[in-house]
């Protein structure tokens, strides 16, 4: 059975910096791209970043270009994301999910950021 | 980026009776393999999204077949043949045609009336 597990979540003042891990299983992890959607409170979904294979390329949404970067370790089969220089408006739920025929066939059950003073 | 559109936002619907979601991209979904690559989620109320259909029309494994998708270029469906009391929540439609910015519809809220 796929299983995605989000962990690293919590309250951070603006400015400030927090590390999301995603622990994968189920599935050969290094054989797949991975992604993180967001969801702000009450709003739709956000693709956050994606991350191939090997590493050799990452994407990121505008908005985050610069401060958060996502990462894998596939001996590990985990998927980080440093988000760093937080801001109000990204305070959400972050969702860990996996890529397969250019769409996310599977998700985690989130965990919660919230970027307040 | 490309812009998906979905209508209505919300949708009261009665047990058992038919419902129906429409979205439309400001771009064509054709990719240059020739598939177009547009997706269905649901979010049941405090879950996380759920993959229903992928391709336009293929649904994915455990969704009931009262779920169907159908469209072509710009313009989408989906549809719910009888609404039941466990499709209640918000459904997404998602391009990933257009890498790498894959981007999705604002939502539509489905409730019983």
């Known amino acids: 059975e796929v299983q995605l597990v989000e962990s690293g979540g919590g309250l951070v003042q603006p400015g400030g910096s927090l590390r999301l891990s995603c622990a994968a299983s189920g599935f050969t992890f290094s054989s797949y791209w991975m992604s993180w959607v967001r969801q702000a409170p009450g709003k739709g979904l956000e693709w956050v970043a994606n991350i191939k294979q090997d590493e050799s390329e990452k994407y990121y949404v505008d908005s985050v270009k610069g401060r958060f970067t996502i990462s894998r370790d596939n001996a590990k089969n985990s998927l980080y994301l440093q988000m760093n220089s937080l801001r109000v408006e990204d305070t959400a739920v972050y969702y860990c999910?996996?890529?397969?025929?250019?769409?996310?066939?599977?998700w985690g059950q989130g965990t919660l950021v919230t970027v307040s003073s | 980026d490309v812009v998906m559109t979905q209508s209505p936002l919300s949708l009261p619907v009665t047990l058992g009776q038919p419902a129906s979601i429409s979205c439309r991209s400001s771009?064509?979904?054709?990719?240059?393999?020739?598939?177009?690559?547009l997706n269905w989620f649901q979010q049941r109320p405090g879950q996380s999204p759920r993959r229903l259909i992928y391709k336009v029309s293929n649904r994915d494994s455990g969704v009931p077949d009262r779920f169907s998708g159908s469209g072509s270029g710009t313009d989408f469906t989906l549809k719910i043949s009888r609404v039941e009391a466990e499709d209640v929540g918000v459904y997404y439609c998602m391009q990933g045609t257009h890498w790498p910015t894959w981007t999705f519809g604002q939502g539509t809220k489905v409730e019983i009336k």
């Open positions: 999910a996996r890529v397969d025929t250019r769409s996310y066939d599977y």
């Open positions: 771009q064509s979904l054709v990719h240059s393999d020739g598939n177009t690559y």
